[in-house]
């Protein structure tokens, strides 16, 4: 009676590890062929321009977004994300979005580098020309097709930002234009202001949307939560000793930008330090906004890899359209500021959706 009872557990010890020999196969083959043909890039092993080499204290990113991305590779924007959330309609309603809010970003770090060179130089009479010269400055600096290559001027605009904020509080903690007594809470703002304040807010804390690109140009796709941690960090310090030693001198007098809070020789000092991250700044939304595009139209075409004259045109074309566009933008609104916090406020309600979808 053993002798059938052994062979049957053979039997199905045999049968077990066949099926379990193809399960392996079928695990191994999945997992050898999804990411790189699902990744935006492809393989870059032998490719003339690659584009996944940062490392992840070059790049920031949220971890919602960053585990979307370890499970959806293919993710490169927020048209991609809309696609798999929504389909078509969302692809199409996310990127219109994100699109509409780096021309803004763009648009207005034109308009501040004016007002930089209005301050720099008092010649107020020039506002138009100054914002020409920021168009081609910012459009010459968006060029280069890698963001490892921006990465390392924007080590420079963090350097400036902190130098800026840095002598804009001693600024004004020394200027005789404090007034004597400041209250603990402001004056009841007007709706207006309000709003406008709390669209400010959100508009501080948008960098979400160029996640994705971030993301994707990331030597290692585990590395965001050092980057998450990074950033966040970095900036929750930054906004907040600002923003409290500022107003503690200033109170409710404070301007914006706020930089021109201080007295007339820091606030000189203080644009002519920031002029780094004011352009550059720009230039990491422009450089997002034209590779969605970039990559977009030229993903599963080797062209993007290469050194070309046409691809390095296209790319060149992509970047004018934009800069041209956000330069009209932001010359031809009266009420620019306002009209920014409303589309800001309004296209990033994709950060409600995403966590939602979590």
């Not at 020394?174 to 009841?188: D, I, M």
Request: proline content about 4%; some cysteine; glycine content about 6%.
């Amino acid at each position: 009676m053993a002798r059938p009872q052994k062979t049957r557990s053979s039997t199905s010890s045999v049968s077990r590890k066949t099926n379990a020999s193809q399960d392996d196969k079928t695990t191994l083959s999945a997992k050898e062929s999804c990411p790189e043909k699902q990744d935006p890039f492809g393989d870059e092993t032998h490719a003339g321009v690659k584009y996944k080499t940062m490392a992840w204290w070059q790049a920031g990113m949220g971890y919602t977004i960053g585990q979307l991305k370890c499970r959806y590779v293919q993710i490169h924007s927020m048209a991609d994300a809309g696609d798999i959330l929504f389909g078509s309609l969302g692809h199409r309603i996310l990127g219109s979005a994100q699109l509409i809010f780096f021309l803004f970003a763009m648009g207005g770090h034109i308009l501040t580098f004016s007002i930089m060179m209005n301050v720099l130089t008092e010649h107020f009479t020039c506002t138009i020309a100054f914002s020409v010269l920021g168009l081609v400055v910012s459009f010459v600096l968006t060029l280069p097709r890698r963001l490892e290559d921006l990465s390392h001027i924007s080590t420079v605009s963090f350097i400036s930002i902190i130098g800026a904020l840095l002598t804009c509080m001693i600024g004004v903690s020394v200027s005789p234009l404090v007034p004597a007594q400041l209250p603990l809470f402001s004056p009841t703002p007007s709706v207006h202001d309000a709003c406008l304040a709390i669209a400010n807010i959100v508009f501080a804390y948008a960098g979400h949307v160029a996640f994705f690109t971030f993301f994707s140009e990331l030597r290692e796709i585990n590395d965001y939560p050092k980057a998450l941690a990074l950033l966040q960090m970095s900036e929750m310090v930054l906004y907040t000793v600002t923003a409290v030693v500022i107003y503690a001198f200033v109170g409710p007098t404070v301007t914006s930008p706020a930089l021109n809070s201080a007295a007339k020789l820091f606030r000189r000092i203080s644009y002519g330090i920031a002029i780094p991250t004011i352009v550059i700044g720009g230039v990491v939304n422009a450089h997002v906004a034209v590779k969605s595009i970039y990559v977009r139209t030229g993903q599963g075409d080797n062209s993007m890899h290469t050194r070309s004259y046409t691809a390095r045109a296209f790319w060149a074309a992509i970047c004018a359209v934009l800069w041209v566009f956000s330069w009209v933008i932001a010359e031809s609104i009266p009420v620019f500021n306002d009209v920014l916090g409303l589309a800001v406020s309004t296209v990033n309600a994709w950060n409600i959706i995403l966590g939602a979808d979590r």
